[in-house]
DNA sequence: GATGAATGAGTATTCATTCAT
DNA sequence: GATGAATGAATACTCATTCAT
């Protein structure tokens, strides 16, 4: 299993110069936090500045408007996520030949994945229904999570799974939707409770 | 099983004269299109006018500000939503006294009627996270779906199910997210495909 | 001394039954309480409505506008202040001989009432910068007002004041500033004193 | 005589390069010319920013709002008024010893400065009723005028004035009434004939 | 005549973006 | 290249006034 992410290609004010570049990291570490924390609308393009130490100036010599800055943490983002999501799948049959533990331990360490940028996948949830660049760069890389699944599907119940495509988006759907549930109410409720039905049911799903 | 969902009160102000009632339900059927649409944000108080054939002091004189528009829109989506869903979950036994059968029918039905207002649905669920009086509103409505659910199991489960609110939960969310992306892919899916996946998830979860 | 205190012409939608007029007191009385209270700019016309318990159409139906109110309280309230004024004035000499205590009692007697409607006072004065109309109408009054002085100073000094106008002028406006003052600080001043000094001025500058 | 007059500190958002430095001072004297012409009320955002020659986002990258302008201006002008005043009153002994003549070159030198901005006064002695801030701006530079009166009367007449006090209100106060009305009536009125007998008041009241 | 719903021009303020320094 | 001052279109909301009922 090897990897196979690609980029997608996305043009922006290419920064040479090592300053340059360290810059631009600064602008879209704030704008990444200001998005998750008050969202897109919200967020203005001086308040990013700021959080930078950049003047606006700067800010606009790198991107163009505040819709690049969006769309550029979204395609990091969206990679990064993918690339761990699927070392995470591809690792697993390495590690763990019961199907049943490994769920567990898949969904386990999924959801503190989630958790930890709870808020600016909402956002970019949102986001999608509202842009169609968004919605493109989200779906290549959400299809290439539903790729990982279907492999280890595949690897794992030999080719006998029938329609593996239908199962990993349901199972992956399933999944952002508990788990957004769970971050939102996350001070509320017993998170490894939820953790153990949400499991179960995917085990029960996958095995009989 | 009878039905006890109650009117959580929100003040607004209170039209008398049958016009002014009219006028406000053309508010509101203009508003709800435009925050489905755009989203809440980029729905201004002119295009709401607008689109109700409304003048902004019209509006104006009707509402206390956006927000509240928003508000009064969740309030009574989210009410007629439970109410709805109830209704579906209690008839169901009368009905159907196959599960499996029983199960499928109503995640049909239920993703009709979320396909409906799927936009709607979404910004919803986004605005929830910004503004605590929606959170509330929509959580209460949301508890009373989630009791819906769990009077299902204890009835059909005579009491056995161990742990039926975080059963419901699950489900509850599970459906959530199949749905919402359902929803955004209604062109590029086999929408019966996916339903019959999910249903036998949620099958194999409570029959197993 | 006879009263000669003249109408000043100005039109309005002048009622003729009972309870129009009635009406038409209400909301003069309403309007008068929000000016003062809250000045002219931010009394509102439904404001002045409701207070007066009339809808905004009645108001509408009894003046043109909203100057037109303000216009006709100052009138009615600068006539009862003359007046008031003047039989205060030509009332003295028939009680007090002494014009240091006529001095005395005058004084007081304006300062109490002064501060009845001190609030309206200073709208009025501020207002009179700003409109022609309403400068002709106070001007009027207060002219009418200096004639009371006048007559006052050559009554007692026999016609010996050399230039009773430039005089009473100076008392009459002096007595605006101090009495504003007081009105504007009643909260922490030793009002008694205060009047007992300016009292005093005047005195000298009569009688010396 | 020694000035003690303290700067009374109030936050604005506060420019540092020249240019911006420049544009506060436009904007200012647009604010002030306008306030004073048509009053705080009627002078909008736009008008000061048209007058001055910046963009409202200029002015608003300056200040944070319409309040905060009035303020300011009231601020410099009540100090630099208060400043002038004193100068005034300190210098007088060193170059009038009869009495009678300061009052007399005092009165004149007042009325001419109030004359400049007698607008401006009025809309302020206006604006202090509504506002607390105002106020007590205001009543701290009045309050420094008043000492500067007190100081002299106490100089003058080696402390042999009883409540010098109150003295000095009663004549500050009159002084602003008597101003207020020549400066409304400036084309009407015989100015110098007005001065003189208003300072033959002060003096025969401080004298006698 | 009375009512109050409807109108829409007007106001304070924000913010993405540009450009002189 | 960097800076942040300047721009002005856009937006929420108000209120004097009109007019259908």
Chains 1, 2, 3, 4 share one sequence.
Not at 9 to 38: D, H, N, W
Not at 51 to 59: E, K, N
Not at 78 to 87: G, L, P, Q, Y
Not at 148 to 161: P, S
């Amino acid at each position: 299993m090897k990897e196979d992410c690609i980029k997608s290609g996305y043009s922006t004010k290419e920064p040479v110069q090592k300053r340059s570049k360290e810059t631009r990291r600064k602008i879209l570490a704030a704008a990444k936090e200001l998005f998750a924390e008050i969202g897109f609308e919200r967020t203005t393009a001086s308040l990013i500045a700021k959080q930078a130490g950049v003047s606006i100036g700067g800010l606009y010599a790198r991107f163009n408007n505040k819709l690049e800055i969006f769309l550029t943490i979204l395609k990091e983002y969206a990679e990064k996520t993918c690339i761990f999501f699927r070392e995470n799948i591809d690792w697993l049959p390495e590690q763990e030949k019961d199907l049943a533990k490994a769920i567990d331990t898949l969904v386990r360490g999924l959801y503190y994945t989630h958790r930890l940028e709870g808020k600016l996948n909402f956002e970019i949830e949102k986001f999608i229904m509202m842009n169609e660049d968004a919605k493109k760069i989200y779906d290549h890389w959400q299809r290439r999570e539903d790729e990982g699944i279907i492999r280890y599907l595949n690897y794992f119940f030999q080719e006998k799974v029938e329609d593996p495509e239908s199962t990993a988006i349901v199972i992956h759907r399933a999944t952002h939707g508990v788990f957004s549930y769970m971050y939102q109410n996350k001070d509320s409720i017993d998170e490894e409770k939820l953790l153990s039905h949400f499991s179960a049911m995917i085990k029960k799903y996958l095995l009989f």
